[in-house]
């Protein structure tokens, strides 16, 4: 069986890598010069390490992606690390994670205490609530991760409702709401408890991220499924796809291919580009499908920006961007060539005007906030700067969002769609791309063994 894959992201990789060791020839088509999709690096001449275009790093809870680590032969280069993480308030970053609290025992010399009850007493000691909504956020974000696994409940009601009922006015307007707005802007209303509660659930005190980035994780998938046979032709996009008496033909810079089974990643809009023949119902559900933007801008300067926090949530009617990400407190600056590097990131409607500035105006907005955070901050610090965007990076999730989504296999036969919008109620993230992947390459291999 012939199977073609449009974008090698880590799904499309993930996929490829299952079926071509289920012995299928598989071929990838993606448009950008190297593998990756949303978690693909660059680097600066002086740096050893690439550096992602959006922030990333994965979680302990994250198995299927530290499972396929493991499987091509990865595992040692990924580690784990506690960075701090931190909300602004009142003029600087509070601590809420991975700040270490220690104890003196007798005998015993310093202890560090569990992750656990590092946030628990951060969270109790965060000055912006008082002390009995603290103990009330805490205990519902408890519920909500260790508690309830029951999300189709939760689904049925927007975050805002439930959490102002359940945790109070006063948690929603210092956290939930921050949250909701600096993810999806003026849709944070619509967005159900789902959500929020995959979000809490999936996540973990501990950070993890690979020797060489996530640059060189997505290398050596891509690697590890072309010693399988699978061919990636880069800075390839497909112009069209057509279907056939037997499958789907691809149209490329490459001339055309038949295969047996087409596979597309990527937004609802590229699947209705490519694939116009689609049923009018379907591509009226592909159309409904909403999602936001990111807008990074990546800042190398030579002295640090905070005192070693690491990511730090910032108010959006206060900042320019939801974001304050300073890598080097969480991967050391040598692995950069001494440059302190600083993400400053935004999830956007894609018709904002972030999309059209240019990056030296983009800049120019940036700037007084970062002087904000460090008073001695000086745009003589700054030696050099990175802008990346894309349209599609947050889906939208309304009430009853698992109605919306389309199964992965299309009305079309041999035809599949495997997007971030599909791996609801979870969050988007590269653990969930590996498990989309591997679903969807599960999936046309079911079928040809049914069919």
């Known amino acids: 069986m012939k199977v073609g894959i449009v974008g090698a992201g880590v799904a499309g990789l993930s996929a490829a890598y299952d079926l071509a060791l289920a012995g299928q020839q598989v071929t990838i088509y993606e448009a950008a010069a190297q593998a990756g999709g949303l978690a693909s690096g660059f680097r600066d001449p002086r740096w050893e390490w690439p550096l992602e275009r959006f922030y990333h790093h994965i979680f302990t809870t994250d198995q299927e992606m530290i ?6 032969g990865y595992r040692d280069k990924l580690f784990f690390r506690a960075p701090v993480t931190a909300q602004w308030w009142n003029g600087q970053g509070h601590a809420l994670f991975g700040q270490p609290v220690t104890l003196r025992l007798p005998r015993v010399g310093t202890v560090a205490l569990p992750g656990l009850i590092t946030t628990a007493l951060s969270v109790l000691n965060y000055p ?3 002390l009995p909504a603290r103990m009330r956020m805490g205990a519902v974000g408890a519920y909500l991760k260790y508690g309830t696994r029951n999300w189709r409940s939760l689904e049925q009601i927007t975050a805002s409702t439930w959490t102002r009922r359940v945790m109070g006015e006063a948690v929603y307007q210092a956290f939930v709401h921050p949250l909701l707005e600096g993810k999806f802007g003026n849709h944070a209303e619509e967005v159900n408890m789902a959500w929020l509660w995959a979000r809490l659930k999936a996540r973990s005190f501990d950070l993890g991220y690979f020797v060489g980035g996530f640059q060189g994780f997505v290398n050596a998938l891509q690697s590890a499924g072309e010693r399988l046979g699978v061919q990636v032709y880069l800075s390839t996009p497909v112009t069209s796809v057509q279907p056939t008496a037997t499958g789907w033909q691809i149209a490329s810079a490459q001339g055309t291919h038949d295969y047996d089974d087409l596979i597309v990643t990527g937004s609802p809009q590229l699947l209705s ?8 119902e379907y591509l009226g559900q592909l159309k409904q499908l909403r999602s936001m933007g990111a807008v990074v801008m990546t800042l190398a300067l030579t002295r640090p920006l ?3 926090l690491y990511w730090v949530n910032m108010p959006k ?3 320019p961007f939801l974001a304050l990400v ?8 040598e692995h950069y060539g001494g440059d302190r590097l600083v993400y400053c990131g935004d999830y956007l409607d894609p018709d904002h005007e972030y999309f059209r500035l240019s990056q030296e105006e983009l800049l120019e907005r940036f700037l007084p906030a970062l002087q904000r955070v460090n008073p001695q901050f000086d745009r003589s610090w700054v030696r050099a700067t990175w802008l990346h965007r894309e349209a599609y990076a947050q889906p939208i999730v309304p009430v009853h969002h698992s109605r919306n989504i389309p199964p992965l296999a299309t009305p079309l036969r041999g035809l599949y769609w495997a997007s971030m919008s599909q791996v609801y109620p979870w969050d988007r993230g590269t653990n969930f791309a590996v498990q989309l992947g591997q679903q969807v390459a599960a999936e046309v291999l079911q079928a040809h063994m049914s069919g």
Do not use: C, M, R, Y
């Open 67 to 72: 499972k396929l680590t493991q499987a091509i």
């Open 128 to 130: 912006g609530l008082s």
């Open 273 to 280: 580009k490519l694939v116009p023949q689609l049923p009018p």
């Open 306 to 308: 905070t005192d070693g």
């Open 317 to 319: 009617d206060q900042f």
């Open 326 to 333: 300073e890598h080097t407190n969480f991967i050391a600056p």
